[in-house]
């Protein structure tokens, strides 16, 4: 079993800048394949970024070139610094994890992850 804590929502001005925390325990970190989603209210979860074990990353392109996905092993802990914050960026943003066997796999799809966190909201004022 792996838990999965989000950290660092919160409530930014148009151009600013929030970076989230994934926090994971109960498993060896360094295999899963890390990824970022967020659902908006009254919308299906959509894919943000994903980071493979061998930190390759992938971005959605709404996000490209203002978010970044990184993962500290060392810490358990992946991140996603996002910038250039925009209000429609607004949304409850989750972690997920999956342990893969390729260090160079990653998923878009929310139905390949097995763990989730509790989400954390991000709100972006106009």
């Known amino acids: 079993q792996v838990q999965l804590v989000e950290s660092g929502g919160g409530l930014v001005q148009a151009g600013g800048s929030l970076r989230l925390s994934c926090a994971a325990s109960?498993?060896?970190?360094?295999?899963?394949?890390m990824g970022w989603f967020r659902q908006a209210p009254g919308k299906e979860r959509e894919f943000v970024a994903a980071?493979?074990?061998?930190?390759?990353?992938y971005y959605a392109d709404s996000v490209k070139g203002r978010f970044t996905i990184t993962r500290d092993d060392a810490k358990s802990t992946a991140y996603l610094q996002m910038d250039s914050l925009k209000p429609e960026d607004t949304a409850v943003y989750y972690c997920?994890?999956?342990?893969?066997?390729?260090?160079?796999?990653?998923?878009?799809?929310?139905?390949?992850?097995?763990?989730w966190g509790q989400g954390t909201q991000v709100t972006v004022s106009s």
């Open positions: 980071i493979s074990w061998s930190g390759g990353t």
């Open positions: 109960g498993r060896i970190f360094s295999i899963y394949t």
């Open positions: 997920a994890s999956r342990k893969t066997y390729s260090s160079s796999t990653y998923y878009t799809d929310p139905a390949m992850y097995d763990y």
